[in-house]
């Protein structure tokens, strides 16, 4: 029995975790396991039922069960709100909480999509790697942080442990996959990133099979979009993760495909790397794929079932070969497909 707190949360986040409850559910039927899902309000929709963007209760559900299932928070009407009461506290905060320390996110080119990627074709086929950010450390988290009149200033520290801790799994993921890792830093400038790189390279005495090399920041956002395919597994800093995954997924030129995972020791949380798209919700016309892929991530990282993950893999692949294509992903005149016969035809697909 696997047990699923859902937080469909804002905009496009109720559609897109809808898609991915129906593909929950025809495993569970082909499969013979019991899936319990749980729905949870978190961010605006939470702050417009009880004041508050992560209630006690969501958070103690998702400390209780085996996966998060996240659709997306925020939108243009919380905007205003202070800063302690605004959504991406509330992201910081379950991030926090839950000790999700790693945060994966795949770059992966689908060959039928090509030629949506703002990249020439032959640059980004066979794009296929994968970010490690660092998240519940570094500069977002790191004290003292503030501003008044005249500064303002933030703080980038990491312990050994949090380095320790995200490297290490980096290491175990390339070992699976072409043995290739790259640490992205600033050591030419900051004390915290030469100290990032020492911890690495103590702890690749432990993965001597893996091969590790080092990356400036600034180089890492120009080899990105230069020559994607020479990353396998990438592993850095909170900040730089961010920026560095913005632009891996955009290249991709399929935001509306890509998952994430967010893992801890404990916890796990998955969502779509895209936000609530507050212009297109409740249309039934957004991309229910990223979140779908993000239920493959669950059952390799969470449930440790990587033939299902594949399963879901497949499935979508083999929708995007019928030809099935949202607005987000559909050439300029070719007729686009609703959220839910994308999510129907992907469904179809599993039950074959
Ligand atoms: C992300 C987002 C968040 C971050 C924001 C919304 C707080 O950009 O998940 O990448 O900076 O981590
Ligand atoms: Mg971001």
Redesign the pocket.
């Given at each position: 029995m696997y047990k699923i707190v859902s937080i469909p949360g804002d905009g496009i986040g109720p559609e897109v975790v809808a898609g991915a409850v129906a593909v929950l559910q025809q495993l569970s039927r082909n499969h013979g396991f019991e899936i319990v899902i749980e729905e949870h309000p978190f961010g605006g929709a939470s702050y417009d039922l009880h004041g508050e963007m992560l209630t006690k209760a969501t958070l103690e559900a998702c400390k209780q069960c085996d996966a998060v299932l996240l659709g997306a928070v925020?939108g243009p009407k919380w905007e205003s709100l202070p800063h302690e009461h605004k959504?991406?506290a509330a992201?910081?905060k379950i991030r926090k909480e839950l000790g999700l320390f790693a945060?994966l996110r795949p770059a992966k080119v689908y060959d039928a999509l090509l030629d949506a990627s703002s990249l020439k074709a032959d640059v980004v086929r066979g794009t296929d790697f994968l970010v490690f950010r660092e998240?519940t450390g570094g500069i977002?988290f790191g004290q003292p942080r503030g501003f008044d009149e005249n500064k303002g200033w933030n703080t980038m520290v990491y312990e050994r442990y949090e380095v320790e801790r995200i490297a290490r799994l980096a290491f175990e993921a390339a070992r699976k996959r072409k043995g290739k890792l790259i640490s992205i830093d600033k050591a030419n400038v900051l004390e915290v990133s030469q100290f990032w790189r020492n911890v690495v390279h103590e702890l690749h005495k432990e993965f001597q099979d893996v091969e590790l090399s080092d990356m400036y920041v600034d180089n890492a956002a120009m080899q990105i979009v230069r020559n994607p395919k020479q990353f396998d597994v990438i592993v850095t800093g909170?900040l730089f993760g961010?920026i560095l995954?913005?632009i891996a997924g955009m290249i991709t030129g399929s935001l509306g495909m890509l998952p994430?995972a967010s893992i801890g020791t404990n916890h796990a949380l998955y969502e779509p790397?895209h936000?609530s798209a507050p212009d297109i919700a409740g249309q039934n016309k957004a991309n229910p794929i990223a979140t779908i892929a993000s239920v493959a991530m669950m059952f390799e990282h969470s449930f440790c079932v990587p033939e299902i993950a594949k399963e879901i893999e497949q499935a979508i692949e083999a929708t995007l070969a019928d030809g099935f294509r949202t607005a987000d992903i559909a050439a300029p005149g070719e007729k686009a497909v609703s959220t839910s016969e994308m999510t129907e035809a992907i469904v179809r697909h599993l039950g074959a």
């Open positions: 925020g959504p991406e992201l910081l945060n998240l977002y909170n961010d995954s913005d994430s790397i936000g």
